[in-house]
T-cell receptor
Framework: DQQVKQNSPSLSVQEGRISILNCDYT??????FLWYKKYPAEGPTFLIS?????DKNEDGRFTVFLNKSAKHLSLHIVPSQPGDSAVYFC???????????????FGKGTKLSVIP | SQTIHQWPATLVQPVGSPLSLECTVE??????LYWYRQAAGRGLQLLFY??????ISSEVPQNLSASRPQDRQFILSSKKLLLSDSGFYLC?????????????FGAGTRLSVL
């Protein structure tokens, strides 16, 4: 059972335009969400996160939106740059479960290609 | 600042051979430590996590084991590798015991079992 889903395996965007990466989750106990960026043969790099008490968090060109009622979050990159080309993972965690609070549940990732 | 080191970067091992991957964290004390595996075309799967020396929790029953002999050292082992153990192994650390669980990853080890 996949609790965090990234339904688009890939996305191509023109340089300078907006990239929107989507993520859906099924576990209503998740209360903290993260986005990671991963280049080939490297470990994921933390990008941005959002707590369930917020619906938006912004950091430079990156903005994460959370819609709790729809169990959906999205990452917006504006403007997109060729260096943003990477695989983006959505992840979620829950502070409610003692053991589960250590675990991040990851989606399968979306490969973003920014075309110059 | 904190850094995480993971080695080797790549490893090719025959089926049935042992495995030892090492991960160390610098610049912090008593971190939570994690081992993940990314199989081809799949997301990140948590294998083990540790909240302290000698404390290991396994998330997926399998051919692998983990140990934490020192505060900032985490080791992934196997006595006999299987073909299905091939993948990209990642070590990670975090500070918070829960809630804002931001995990920071090492560069990973690409393991090919032949």
């Amino acid at each position: 059972d996949q609790q965090v889903k990234q339904n688009s395996p890939s996305l191509s965007v023109q340089e300078g335009r907006i990239s929107i990466l989507n993520c859906d989750y099924t576990n209503s106990m998740f209360d903290y969400f993260l986005w990671y960026k991963k280049y080939p043969a490297e470990g994921p790099t933390f990008l941005i996160s959002i707590s369930s008490i917020k619906d938006k968090n912004e950091d430079g060109r990156f903005t994460v939106f959370l819609n709790k009622s729809a169990k959906h979050l999205s990452l917006h990159i504006v403007p997109s740059q060729p260096g943003d080309s990477a695989v983006y993972f959505c992840a979620a965690s829950s502070s409610y479960s003692g053991a589960g609070s250590y675990q991040l549940t990851f989606g399968k990732g979306t490969k973003l290609s920014v075309i110059p | 600042s904190q850094t995480i080191h993971q080695w080797p970067a790549t490893l090719v091992q025959p089926v049935g051979s042992p495995l030892s991957l090492e991960c160390t964290v610098e610049g912090t004390s008593n971190p939570n430590l994690y081992w993940y595996r990314q199989a081809a075309g799949r997301g990140l799967q948590l294998l083990f996590y540790s909240i302290g020396i000698g404390q290991i929790s396994s998330e997926v029953p399998q051919n692998l084991s983990a140990s934490r002999p020192q505060d900032r050292q985490f080791i992934l082992s196997s006595k006999k590798l299987l073909l299905s153990d091939s993948g990209f192994y990642l070590c990670a650390w975090s500070l918070a015991p829960g809630g804002k669980n931001i995990q920071y990853f090492g560069a990973g080890t690409r393991l090919s079992v032949l």
